[in-house]
């Protein structure tokens, strides 16, 4: 387990601003015995939630061309077949996983391939999971072609409390299956458009785990 580098300096920050917080306390009002002690508590509790929402555990890569694994940890809170619009322009299976704030925030590429298309679009902050936040919200898209020339679309989705998304590839990028290509900070959303022939392996409300859970199989050309 290690703490994700997005959120590396705001977490040194904060123990800078707690500790002296604290510290001034203990100077100014020393006889405050019971203000001095809460205060503490508040800071580490505060100093916890943090931390947890920053780890990056350990994922062991899959390698499975068949299977599409979750892209995040979360809940599935879409299945449905509708029409892409964006780029490929064609109907598709959407897969989509709600990230709670206490969540790994990881995002991880679903399968092994090549960035054909990426593009952000500033937007909205409607809850995530708010039908029109896939086309509304804050975002980014991602196309990945396989080498058997399949192709996922991915997108990832800022939420109400989610106002920053970070991406580490654009288009040409080689991403490797269960491989980390970004992060959403504070709650937020992934969809996944799979082929119409693809398999879907989750059902509403599955609890995933990104680059460990299987959402889908492939139909192989």
Known sequence: MT????????????LIILT????????????????????LLVSVILYLLVLQFFRNPYIP????????????????????????????????????????????????????????????????????????SSFENERTTMVIQNKDGVKLLVRQIAGAVARRIKWYVKEGSPVIQGGEFGFIKFGSRVD??????????????????????PIARLKRP
């Open 20 to 39: 002296g917080l604290n510290l001034a306390l203990h100077q100014f009002l020393p006889e405050q015995e019971m203000l001095l002690n809460f205060s």
């Open 61 to 132: 890569l899959p390698n499975d061309e068949n299977l599409v694994y979750a892209p995040a940890d979360g809940k599935v809170v879409v299945i449905e077949e509708t029409m892409e619009s964006e780029y490929l322009n064609e109907r598709r299976k959407q897969v989509s996983i709600f990230m709670s704030p206490i969540n790994v925030h990881v995002n991880r590429s679903p399968i092994s391939g090549v960035v054909e298309y990426f593009k952000y679009h500033p937007g909205k902050y409607l809850v995530a999971w708010h039908p029109k």
């Open 3 to 14: 703490i994700h580098k997005e959120g590396r300096k705001l977490l040194f920050w904060m």
């Open 192 to 213: 996944v458009f799979l082929p119409l022939d693809a398999e879907i392996l989750v059902k509403i409300d599955d609890k995933t785990k990104g680059a460990f859970t």
